[in-house]
């Protein structure tokens, strides 16, 4: 049996819940709410996180749009957004929600612009 | 010079100052919000992460989503903006605000003046480290502002100062902009920052976090090209001679603390001696009866959805004063018991208005008990720290009992238990 105690990044709480796995069965303690238990099954079965970045914009009154994932994503994938993420120029104006990539990884989540970039 | 009369106006256009112009102007104020860069948001137009507005959008979004939300408000309201605007004078007496901008310089009229011009970093010279003063030191917001707006990386190996939250994201960012970030040093025995931020941006990126840890010089002639750190005592802060160790690195980021910005009202409204914030009452109001204050310059919050809520408050209070006149609902004053640190706000008004007060923690305690009065409120609050803001709502019937009590001030304390 495996003890891991894990700071749940759910919201600004953060609590510090102690997981007792044993093969398949975890028993979880110190969660403040659902989410918390939630998070630390996903933790230690497939990690996953939110990603936010910026992405090049051609024209646009600001150089750069910033954008997120629309859901976590498996946190091994991180670096390899980041790198997908160099090579992609959008033109202005962007606006928020346009859809920089669709189904990033099979994740069923895609990558959407957060910031509203006008024409320079 | 030009003249503009108008009920309120309110300086700064960050969370505060967008939602106390949007509350004026749906209870039928004319109002005009004055900005110092080209555009609204504030510091949320470069905060690009998530987290934001769980309380008042019930979702998480980034700071730019955030900012847009409150903008289309803006737009939707017909809110007049005056962006590019310097604010050189608040003049007390003749209540007039003096702006320079581009067409020249303005002199604003207002019946009532909302001040919410937030927090600025707290600088490398106020920390008196000693060395030379080479390039490649920068606050974790001036950072933030190459990395996600101007598309500048700072260098390439970096340590961060201080673990407050802005330097525990840029650690992150940084990172994933492909900067080596090397570690970083907290001089407290606790972290600055949220647990969650400990966790999401230097665990999963095997970033060292080192505690009672500082810098203590910096080299360098042109570029910063290495540091010196030291261990601390965790009680007394004394540096502990033999654990001086050198770290090579292009670039400093700190993260040091938020100051109020009150240099334009400082000199007339009292101001809180301990955190250096405005003092308001529960109505947000200053000591200057056509003066409201909300967000960052009166207590440094956690959530930028507490500071869109105190500046909505502060838009009412301006709203009423503009309609209804000065009304004096009574001031009690609040003072800070044991382990107390950031504190809104300082004056309890006895009518019936609820509000929210915010308690800073001054260190970590497991089970702490909250006591408000003494005999009005008290709330076992768990795992209490110095990072996370405790909020308790003060209702009518706390008033009351207030009242009934016949206290002459409100004691808000914590208790370790």
């Given amino acids: 049996m495996e003890k891991r105690k894990i700071t749940c990044i759910s919201c600004p709480l953060g609590c510090e819940i102690e997981a007792e796995i044993d093969g398949d069965e975890i028993k979880i303690t110190g969660n403040r709410c659902p989410r918390g238990k939630e998070y630390v099954i996903n933790e230690i079965k497939d990690p996953k996180r939110v990603v936010t970045s910026n992405v090049k914009v051609t024209d646009g009154e600001y150089p750069l749009a910033s954008v997120k994932t629309t859901g976590a994503i498996p946190k091994d994938k991180i670096f390899l957004l980041v790198e997908k993420l160099r090579e992609v120029e959008l033109q202005a104006p962007v606006t928020i929600g346009q859809v920089v990539f669709h189904n990033l990884f099979d994740t069923g989540f895609d990558v959407v612009v957060t910031r509203p970039v006008e024409k320079r | ?29 004319d109002a005009i919000l004055i900005e110092r860069e080209d555009r609204t948001g504030g510091v949320l137009n470069q905060c690009i992460h998530n987290g934001f507005g769980l309380h008042v959008f019930k979702e998480e979004l980034t700071g730019p989503e955030y900012a847009d939300r409150y903008k289309h408000q803006i737009c939707d309201n017909r809110i007049k903006v005056h962006p590019d605007q310097f604010v050189l004078k608040v003049d007390p007496d003749k209540r007039e605000v003096i702006t320079v901008g581009v067409e020249g310089v303005t002199c604003y009229k207002p019946k009532a003046l909302v001040m919410t011009t937030g927090a600025r970093e707290r600088p490398f010279s106020n920390l008196r480290i000693p060395g030379t ?47 080596n970030v090397l570690g970083v040093a907290e001089l407290m025995p606790h972290s600055g920052g949220l647990a969650r931020n400990i966790a999401q941006c230097l665990n999963d990126y095997n970033i060292p976090l080192e505690l009672s840890t500082s810098v ?21 802060l004394q540096p502990i001679d033999g654990t001086q160790r050198e770290v090579v690195c292009d670039t400093l980021i700190l993260s040091v603390g938020l100051l109020p910005q009150n240099e334009l009202i400082e000199d007339f409204v009292q101001v809180d001696p301990v955190n250096k914030g405005v003092m308001v009452d529960s109505h947000q109001r200053t000591s200057h009866p056509w003066i409201f204050a909300a967000g960052n310059n009166v207590a440094v919050y956690d959530l930028v959805d507490f500071v869109t809520l105190e500046g909505i408050q502060a838009g009412k209070a301006a709203a009423r004063m503009i309609q209804e006149g000065f009304t004096d609902c009574g001031q009690i004053p ?23 007060f915010y308690i800073r923690p001054t260190k970590n305690m497991d089970k702490g008990r909250v006591k408000i009065g003494p005999g009005v409120i008290q709330k076992v609050e768990m795992g209490l720290k110095p990072s996370e803001m405790v909020d308790i709502q003060i209702t009518a019937e706390h008033k009351e009992k207030i009242k009934e009590m016949g206290l002459t001030q409100i004691l808000v304390e914590i208790e370790e238990v």
Avoid: W
């Avoid at chain 2, 910096?218 to 290495?226: A, D, I, T």
């Fill in chain 2, 133 to 179: 003063r080479p390039a490649g030191i920068y606050t974790a917001g001036v950072a933030q502002k190459f990395v996600n707006l101007q598309n500048y990386l700072p260098g390439k190996n970096a340590y961060v100062l201080g673990s407050g939250d802005i330097g525990l994201i840029m650690a992150r960012r940084l990172t994933l902009e492909g900067m």
């Fill in chain 2, 1 to 29: 010079m030009k003249e503009i009369t108008v009920d309120a106006l309110v300086i700064g256009g960050g969370a505060a100052g967008m939602a106390a112009a949007v509350e004026l102007t749906q209870l039928g104020c």
């Fill in chain 2, 334 to 356: 609040i003072v800070r018991g044991n382990n107390v640190g950031a504190l809104t706000p300082l004056f309890c008004c006895l009518d019936e208005a609820p509000f929210k």
């Fill in chain 2, 216 to 236: 203590v010089e910096v080299h360098g002639k042109e570029r910063l090209e290495s540091i010196t750190l030291m261990k601390f005592t965790p009680d007394t």
